[in-house]
């Protein structure tokens, strides 16, 4: 079985430039999550997708970051314009749904912001 | 406002010992805790779960160590392996919900 699969691994950027991040979920998982883990520190939920609705976006810093998932599968993550701050990596987990204990984590995307 | 307080920050443990980690929780609503392992340009993979009904759970090597009421749990892995070097975190979930909520994590390292 796939697992979650991010793109890219690695991105730098200059502080107000936009970025954009690519997860796709194992197949058949409906629910779709977004993390912020900085450095030394535990994820941070982002985001939660259930199919394409979202279930919980209250930690995404709306002014600047945003979120979909269309057609419940594919999801993407853009930040605009960048801070310092949001240098860290970004992980997407799916779970088969919402209330399932377990999450599958991707390898995330490792964002440096100069 | 944090809500899993992890310990110690790093470790480092002899090849053959036993590695402790140790967690502490507020919300009395968290019924699921799960430990995840973190390799280097990985994500976390699950390692070990328990439910609070139960003390104890071992899988292996790795076991986890739960006191209801003093609200804490810990993990302990014996014979402690180079190939065990990696974060580990510990997590909890509340009940119905989805929203993970993880420790700070902490740095294993294991000698030879």
């Known amino acids: 079985e796939a697992g979650v699969a991010q793109s890219p691994r690695y991105k730098i950027i200059e502080k107000r430039q936009s970025v954009a991040f690519w997860c796709n979920p194992i197949s058949g998982h409906a629910t779709l999550y977004w993390y912020q883990q900085i450095l030394g520190q535990g994820p941070k939920l982002l985001i939660q997708?259930?199919?394409?609705?979202?279930?919980?976006d209250s930690q995404l810093p709306k002014d600047r970051f945003s979120a979909e998932r269309l057609k419940g599968v594919d999801s993407t993550l853009k930040i605009q314009p960048a801070k310092l701050e949001d240098s860290a990596v970004y992980l997407c987990a799916s779970s088969l749904e919402h209330g399932a204990y377990e999450q599958y984590f991707g390898p995330g995307t490792r964002l440096t912001v100069t | 406002q944090q809500q899993v307080k992890q310990s110690p920050q790093s470790l480092i443990v002899q090849k053959g010992g036993i590695s402790i980690i140790n967690c502490a929780y507020e919300?009395?609503?968290?019924?699921?805790f799960p430990w995840y392992q973190q390799f280097p340009g990985k994500g976390p993979a699950l390692l070990i779960a328990i439910r609070p009904d139960v003390s104890e759970k071992k899988e292996g090597r790795f076991t986890i160590s739960f006191n209801k009421s003093a609200k804490q749990f810990s993990l302990h892995i014996m014979d402690s392996q180079p190939g065990d070097s990696a974060t580990y975190f510990c997590a909890a979930y509340p009940g119905g919900g989805n929203k993970l909520t993880f420790g700070t994590g902490t740095q294993l390292k294991v000698e030879l």
């Open positions: 997708f259930q199919n394409n609705g979202v279930v919980d």
């Open positions: 919300n009395t609503a968290f019924d699921y």
